[in-house]
Nanobody, 120 residues
Framework: QVQLVESGGGLVQPGGSLRLSCEAS????????MGWYRQAPGKERELVAR???????NYADSVKGRFTISRDVAKNTVVLQMNSLNPEDTAVYYC??????????????WGQGTQVTVSS
């Protein structure tokens, strides 16, 4: 089992910044891709950003140029730096990790979610 623990959410004014962190722990063999998703009230969960084990990022169009994803492979952590936040970014943000086991099977893991609220 792999556990993901997120931190860094909160309340911020429009135009402000927040930094989300996520650490994977437990019986880890290899963590492949890691990423962040979000779900706003009444909406489906959507991709915000993902990053491969090799460090290649992928962003949703709505956050390109404002958000930056990074990871530390050795520490099994992923960070989402969010700048120029606007009210449309308000959502619960979830960390995601794809785990590769010793038997070469892949499993998806999710964090518990952290609330990000952008409001004046």
């Amino acid at each position: 089992q792999v556990q993901l623990v997120e931190s860094g959410g909160g309340l911020v004014q429009p135009g402000g910044s927040l930094r989300l962190s996520c650490e994977a722990s437990g019986s880890i063999f290899v963590i492949l891709g890691m990423g962040w998703y979000r779900q706003a009230p009444g909406k489906e969960r959507e991709l915000v950003a993902r990053i491969t084990r090799g460090g290649t990022p992928n962003y949703a169009d709505s956050v390109k140029g404002r958000f930056t994803i990074s990871r530390d492979v050795a520490k099994n952590t992923v960070v989402l730096q969010m700048n120029s936040l606007n009210p449309e970014d308000t959502a619960v943000y979830y960390c995601n990790a794809m785990h590769l086991t010793t038997s070469r099977t892949q499993s998806d893991y999710w964090g518990q979610g952290t609330q990000v609220t952008v409001s004046s």
